[in-house]
């Protein structure tokens, strides 16, 4: 073992069971409720201030409290409730040039972690997938100057922009990964991360009953296409999008805890964020997220079949599930959204009729697919890159096609290789091993194949281009990283400690 893991196997052995801290939830949303205050009540160099003194606060933060200023992004960038909604995405402008606070961020995150030592070095599991990754990245960032920068309409500044945030943003993968490489920081992460399911929910259910989000009550305003004061409509429907990430970081989580019988957290409670992280999906009628988290329900609930617990994990699912549903059956409100849910879930059906379309309400293969294949076809091979073309074709709600299309063929294999490779490291590090660590290392695997089909049905996941254009899928992709490198980890040293 060399001497970064020694250091970090002391520092993970002098940790007790670690608790929630109710001081910390004070502290974090009196910091909302300040950034509430500068961003929608202040003048404009309130904000940029109010948001530089924090981005200032993270610098100068003990290791040990990074995972405060870390949930705090995530607040801003994830935004339950919608409370934050596109209000920092520009904290800074300097004539045409435009700064987002998660920007900023990467650029903390990444002189902080260099010039302090305490943190421990990027962990060998993620540097040969990165190292390959990073590989490609670059020879798209090439190829895309040599095709050229300039077409389908626009000048060439915007995708330069594009290569800008690239640049500062991808090295969120090599910093968040040192900076919650200490166990603590995961299980105080999650203990503020469960918090939220459960405010970020309430949000949602106030957002059915009111027709409007936080971002509105507050005086904020939105883009007219969006034709509701909530995120998404369709008819009389309301489709209460907002605060997903967080959701998923504590759906996969508390999945994971539960099943290694984490001493941190009471296992009723873990149930309860579950439960609670799927409703709130469900009642976005989000059929692709719907989808892939009654598969991941589903094979763990298959797969606690075979441990001794089975029952009582049951009757604790009963437990929370009929008061719920006693809820819900007494709210028109909740009823009309659930049935709406299952009306446009009911759609799925036709896929076993051989309707990819699904009754044409499937935009991604009726509208959004074609476009971006029909590039991918011309240039199959190594694809656009970061070409003019390939980032105005890029398309983040069909995130295969579009990652063939920048990536090609070649692209394609790589990501898939890194995905596998991850999935190899994780069925190693179980099978060597007692139960319990094999056990919760499975539900990482589960969580990976979760993934697979957000990015394959809905949501694009991990790629190349969507980095740029999306700040918010690198920052939650390399938290989820973090956490499994850290979970990884902590497992091979326990396996060292019982051998």
Known sequence: MNSNNIALTNYSNTIAATSFNIKIFYKLFIYIGLAIIAIYFAPEYVKTLFLLITLFLFFIS????????????????????????????????????????????????????????SYPK?????????????????????????????????????????????????????????????????????????????????????????????????????????????????????????GVYINLFSFFSASYFYASKNKNFNSTYLLLIIITCFVSILITATRGWILAYSFFLIAI????????????????????????????????????????????????????????TLEGTNVRLTDRHIPVMSKFYERPLTGWGFSGVGMDTADGHVGNQSTLMIGGVIGYIIIVYIWFYILFNIRMVGRAGNTNICSSLKILSLSLLTLVIIHSTSSQIFGYF??????????????????????????????????
Request: proline letters at 4%; hydrophobic letters at 50%.
């Open 62 to 117: 003990k290791p040990s409290n990074d995972y405060f200023w870390i949930i705090l992004t995530l607040i801003f960038i994830d935004n339950p409730g919608n409370i934050f909604w596109k209000t920092t995405d520009i904290i800074l402008q300097i004539g045409i040039l435009k700064f987002s606070y998660l920007e900023f961020f990467s650029i903390v995150a990444l002189f902080k972690t260099l010039a302090k030592k």
């Open 466 to 499: 969507l980095y740029a254009k999306g700040e918010d899928g690198a920052f939650t992709l390399s938290i989820y990283l973090s956490m499994i490198s850290t979970f990884l980890h902590n497992a091979k040293i326990k396996i060292q400690k019982i051998k």
């Open 301 to 356: 609930l298959l797969f606690f079949m075979k441990q001794r617990n089975f029952a009582s994990t049951v009757f604790k699912i009963l437990i929370i599930i009929i008061p719920l549903f006693l809820l819900f059956i007494t709210s028109p409100v909740i009823k009309s959204q659930l049935s709406g849910s299952f009306e446009r879930l009911s759609t799925l059906e036709a896929l076993v009729r051989g309707d990819p």
């Open 122 to 242: 990027l962990s060998s599991f993620l540097k040969k997938p990165y190292n390959i990754y990073i590989f490609w990245l670059l020879f798209l960032l090439i190829e895309g100057i040599i095709i050229g920068i300039e077409g389908g309409g626009s000048t060439g500044h915007r995708y330069l922009w594009y290569y800008y945030r690239l640049i500062v943003i991808l090295p969120l993968f090599y910093t968040l990964p040192r900076i919650l490489a200490y166990r603590d920081n995961i299980y105080k992460f999650c203990h503020l991360i469960f918090i939220l399911v459960f405010i970020n929910f309430g949000l949602q259910l106030v957002s059915l009953f009111l027709r409007q989000n936080l971002h509105l009550l507050l005086g904020g305003s939105i883009p007219t296409y969006w034709d509701t004061g909530v995120f998404y409509s369709e008819a009389e429907m309301i489709r209460p999008i907002f």
